[in-house]
């Protein structure tokens, strides 16, 4: 990795916290270098974490051996573009898109170039190094793949899939999934509140009791269901909030949203 320089292009919430989880665990600053449109956001990456700065996607491009794609999926046809009509050959660069909802088959004609590219599906505890990021590789070599673990590992958990379509499946299960668990703990705090703790305790309560329970899960090597059976007692408090969650079918619920967060990115592939 000594040689790699990394280029993120678009510096928002993804760049920002895969960034932030690779300088967190040992990655030198000075290999990576991230651009966007917008100073403010540079001065709060670089501030935070040392990495070097561009406004010139350009520069950026050219200087980079391992090429970030991050900005909204809506911005990436104009972004590649401007690559395109660069006059820079980026043949020999490995491009990793992290756009929901655009294919291999796409970028490459975003690109005008049969370029090698992985497709990362990460999210945003990497920040923590507790991320999750499904790789599907198009056309790189191993020791391409291995130095893409690598950064990806240094910001949590990697898994590399057999199918581009598992892209999308995964997006469901941890790409937009951080956002789940916190609808989930908005309504307990809010809750929480309703029923007379302060804003302050509220939010003490929720994230320690969220950060309570996510450590059991992965502290013991026992079902779930049987973690949440250990704290319903017959008879006892629990069961009424869990009957109820049952009766508003809660489990098909999550199961609805998650094919709706689906639908909605192989919508995006024939949108963009
Ligand atoms: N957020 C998440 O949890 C996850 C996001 N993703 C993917 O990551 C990508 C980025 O998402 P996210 O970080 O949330 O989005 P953000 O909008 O926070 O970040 C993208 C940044 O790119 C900037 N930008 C747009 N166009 C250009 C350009 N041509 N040159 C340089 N910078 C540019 C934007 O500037 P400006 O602020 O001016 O618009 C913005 O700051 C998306 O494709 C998304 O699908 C994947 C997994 C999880
Ligand atoms: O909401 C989105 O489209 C992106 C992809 C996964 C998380 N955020």
Redesign the pocket.
């Known amino acids: 990795m000594s040689q790699t320089n990394i280029a993120f ?7 920002y916290a895969i960034i932030g989880g690779m300088i967190k665990n040992g990655f030198n600053a000075s290999q990576i270098i991230a ?4 100073q403010t ?1 540079l001065d709060k990456v670089a501030s935070d974490f040392g990495v070097q700065t561009q406004t010139d ?1 350009l520069i950026a491009l050219a200087q980079a051996d391992i090429i970030v794609l ?4 809506q ?1 990436m046809a ?2 590649c573009q401007t690559f395109a009509n660069s006059g820079i050959d980026y043949s020999n660069k490995v491009f990793v898109s ?3 909802g655009i294919t291999v088959k796409r970028l490459r004609e975003m690109l005008r170039s049969d370029v090698k590219l992985i497709r990362c ?4 505890p990497s920040l923590l190094g507790k991320g999750v990021s499904g790789l599907f590789s198009a056309g790189t070599s191993d020791a391409e793949n291995s130095t893409v673990t690598e950064i990806f590992s240094s910001t949590g958990i990697v898994m590399w899939l057999e199918q581009e379509s598992q892209i999308n499946d995964i997006i469901a299960v941890t ?1 937009s999934s951080p956002a789940y668990f916190f609808l989930f703990m908005e309504a307990i705090e809010s809750k929480a509140k309703a029923l007379g703790f302060t804003p302050e305790q509220a939010r003490l309560l929720v994230q320690q009791t969220a950060m309570g329970a996510a450590q059991m899960v992965e502290s013991q090597s026992i079902e779930i269901s049987e973690l949440r059976n250990n704290v319903t007692s017959k008879g006892g408090t629990t069961a009424q909030a869990i009957a109820h969650f049952q009766q508003h079918n809660l489990t098909q619920t999550v199961a609805d949203a998650m094919d709706a967060c689906i639908a909605r990115a192989e919508q995006m592939e024939t949108e963009l």
């Open positions: 292009i678009g510096t928002g919430n993804m760049s651009t966007n449109r917008n956001k996607n991050s900005v909204k999926p911005m104009e972004l992290v756009a929901a599906m990460p999210n945003t790409g």
